[in-house]
């Protein structure tokens, strides 16, 4: 799971960041707004914890900018704020959680794992992009009504795309995340296995629904693009 930990203090972002990694996330820190702002567009973030007092943003309203840029994020706010009418802005503000400082690191972590599964729990154990059907309960896949056999890598590398359908999902993401590799890793294992997907998914169909986007990674359905 890839975590952004936006925290003006350092030694406690970098203690968070470690105990994060601890939980098998990929953490990455940012310790202002601009940092944030400078992200590429189609950084996919899984979880944000989001200090209210980060330098550069404007309380509340930039959480409204997170929502607009990462609408299917959840957002744990970190705050200083013990007023229970500051709590409840920050909620119906879009927030998925609200934590006050001094906190225990602990129930940060499981409130994090709490909002996650949450989150994360599919309406439906159906997922369909055009013609493609993934069940995410009994893992069979098929497209058009052709069974698709598929091994644990090709299933879990399919599901991570799906869960970023119709966006760009960059390389070392896919690498960070299906692989549990560094994104500096030197492989050629994702192309790899981008090849085996599209043979079985792809096969005898006009409409190929996995895409390369050039210089950034790889998409499935949304916007039309060459291979």
Not at 39 to 49: K, V
Not at 100 to 129: C, D, G, Q, S, Y
Not at 181 to 208: C, E, F, H, M, Q
């Amino acid at each position: 799971m890839r975590l952004l930990v936006a925290e003006a203090d350092t030694s406690l972002a970098e203690f968070l960041q470690s105990r994060f990694q601890q939980e098998h996330f990929t953490v990455q820190l940012a310790s202002a707004g601009n940092q944030i702002a400078e992200l590429p567009e189609n950084t996919p973030l899984d979880l944000m914890i989001l200090d209210l007092n980060l330098p550069g943003t404007q309380g509340l309203e930039f959480l409204h900018t997170i929502r607009r840029r990462w609408p299917e994020t959840p957002v744990i706010l970190v705050s200083n704020a013990t007023a229970v009418e500051e709590r409840v802005r920050g909620l119906n503000a879009g927030a998925d959680d609200f934590i006050v400082k001094p906190f225990v690191v602990a129930e940060l972590v499981a409130r994090a794992h709490a909002v996650l599964r949450r989150f994360n729990r599919p309406m439906t154990e159906i997922f369909r992009v055009e013609d493609l059907e993934v069940n995410r309960v009994s893992h069979k896949v098929s497209r058009n009504g052709r069974s698709i056999d598929l091994s644990p890598k090709e299933y879990a590398l399919l599901e991570y795309l799906l869960r970023y359908s119709g966006r760009p999902v960059a390389r070392n993401s896919i690498i960070e995340q299906v692989w549990r590799l560094r994104s500096d890793s030197i492989t050629n294992v994702v192309d790899v296995y981008i090849n085996y997907l599209r043979k079985k998914i792809d096969a005898g169909s006009d409409r190929p629904l996995i895409r390369t986007i050039r210089g950034v990674g790889y998409q499935i359905g949304g916007n039309h693009y060459p291979k």
